[in-house]
């Protein structure tokens, strides 16, 4: 019965729910590379693109987690300098990109870790620059390396920067930049579509989850990726996180709510609020089938 009564509140919710202000907090991952690049685009002007987005929509704090493996290409430096120069942070976001779980060892994840941490250290001198996004959102799902990895996160002073609200904008970047190399208009107005209704079910969704798992509303933080069709979508993503009523806070204030602290102990991957439903044994309406779906895999071959 409460499943049915969340899926009824699922459905109502845009109209009602998206009008009432939220705090959300917005995170960047990858940089200073994500995906393929669309011809047309750099590196920096991708950057650059969500700087100047950020800063019309009032975004104080667009915190960006590094991996820096990815700073030999050709721009990689400039667009994390680029990213300091406009006053957002950035954390680490391993070397390489590594999953905690796909890793051979902890210690070989730990290095990985460690090696991550220069790139951005050096450019947040005096600032606090510990802080942590998993790759693929894995926490670990095997005790004892959740458990080892958060140990050490601990003893080495890292927070964990969590994730509630993702419009899984790294499935398309690929196929952007197929689909701009092959002038496919169509196919880029399908995902253009197909993508903007997804934020809006989304954020009807993320209203949804959080009173279930927490009865009230949580602050939030977005996962966003630094790749072309991000740069290219982001001033309309904003104008309906706007029209639904975000507003946006630094990760350190988010993170501030005990649902953050309540989440650090509960293995897994994946959003905290699913996390905690999961733990707490809360069913959660499926996300919203999209009519028509376009699958960005199979576009722009």
């Known amino acids: 019965m409460r499943t049915a009564a969340l899926l009824v509140l699922a459905l109502l919710a845009p109209a009602a729910a998206l009008a009432q202000a939220f705090d959300v907090a917005v995170t960047v991952d990858d940089l200073p590379v994500h995906g393929a690049l669309p011809p047309g685009m750099t590196r920096l002007s991708i950057a650059r693109t969500h700087i100047d987005a950020f800063k019309a929509h009032g975004v104080v704090q667009a915190f960006g987690f590094v991996n820096s493996i990815n700073t030999t290409d050709t721009q990689g430096d400039a667009v994390l300098d680029a990213w300091r120069a406009a006053g ?72 964990v920067a969590h994730v509630t609200i993702s419009f899984s904008d ?63 979508m982001l001033p309309q993503v904003m104008d309906h996180l706007d029209a639904a009523g975000a507003r946006y806070v630094t990760l350190q204030d988010a993170q501030k709510d005990p649902a953050y602290a309540q989440a650090q102990a509960i293995p897994g991957g994946g959003g905290i609020m699913e996390r905690t439903a999961k733990a707490r044994g809360i069913a959660l309406p499926a996300p919203a089938p999209t009519v028509e779906r376009v699958d960005p895999k199979g576009l722009c071959r």
């Open 88 to 159: 957002h942070p950035l954390g680490n976001h391993t070397a390489s990109h590594l999953n905690l779980e796909k890793a051979d060892t902890l210690e070989a994840w730990i290095a990985d870790l460690e090696a991550g941490e220069p790139a951005v250290a050096q450019r947040m001198k005096g600032q606090d620059w510990r802080y942590l996004r998993f790759p693929n959102l894995t926490a670990g799902t095997r005790p004892e390396r959740h458990q080892g990895a958060a140990a050490y996160l601990a003893a080495h002073g890292y927070k």
């Open 170 to 232: 790294w499935s398309y970047s690929d196929a952007y930049a197929r689909c701009v190399a092959k002038d496919d208009q169509a196919a880029i107005k399908a995902m253009e579509d197909q993508y903007l209704r997804g934020v809006d079910d989304e954020l009807a969704r993320m209203r949804v989850v959080s009173q279930a798992v927490y009865g009230r509303m949580i602050p939030q933080v977005l996962l966003t990726h630094i790749g072309g069709w991000s740069a290219h």
